[in-house]
């Protein structure tokens, strides 16, 4: 049987044991496993970026000068901590039951997370780099 026949027998199942009132566990395949691993890895990057952050801020304090406008918010210990607890609420939706009533609920919820996730720590790591590349392009020149 091939993987989309056999998701879309859980997809049948799942309906039948709403339909029927039954409490249904939803199965997870590895992709969505490695989907939720991945986001539990970039939410605790983003819980653990300020402590990075703080030694950028000391660096960029001795370089003197105007920071970009993404540099100050990412350096500010609000930011990584808010796209981490976004991730966290929306990764939670996982675990009511009565929201989640099939796979493809559960995949939205997980593939959502993941993407809150990545994009925070894509913005934290941009942004502590911007001033660098700013210093770069203005020693190339």
């Not at 199942?13 to 970039?42: F, N, P, Q, R």
């Not at 001795?62 to 970009?68: T, W, Y």
């Not at 976004?86 to 995949?107: D, G, K, N, Q, Y």
């Not at 593939?111 to 700013?134: D, H, K, Q, R, Y």
Request: glycine share 6%; aromatic share 8%.
């Amino acid at each position: 049987m091939s993987n989309a026949m056999a998701i879309q027998a859980d997809i049948d199942d799942t309906e039948k044991g709403k339909e029927m009132g039954e409490s249904v566990k939803i199965k997870l395949t590895i992709a969505d496993k490695t989907a939720v691993l991945i986001t539990w890895l970039s939410i605790t990057a983003l819980l653990f970026f300020p402590v990075v952050a703080n030694q950028y801020s000391i660096m960029f304090n001795d370089f003197g000068g105007k920071l970009p406008l993404l540099t100050k918010i990412v350096l500010k210990g609000w930011y990584p901590h808010g796209c981490a607890l976004l991730s966290i609420v929306t990764m939670a939706l996982r675990w009511f039951p009565e929201r989640m009533v099939s796979i493809r609920a559960v995949r939205t919820v997980v593939i959502l997370s993941l993407v809150l996730s990545c994009t925070g720590v894509a913005l934290c790591v941009i942004g502590v780099n911007l001033p660098m590349f700013e210093m770069m392009d203005a020693i190339s020149k």
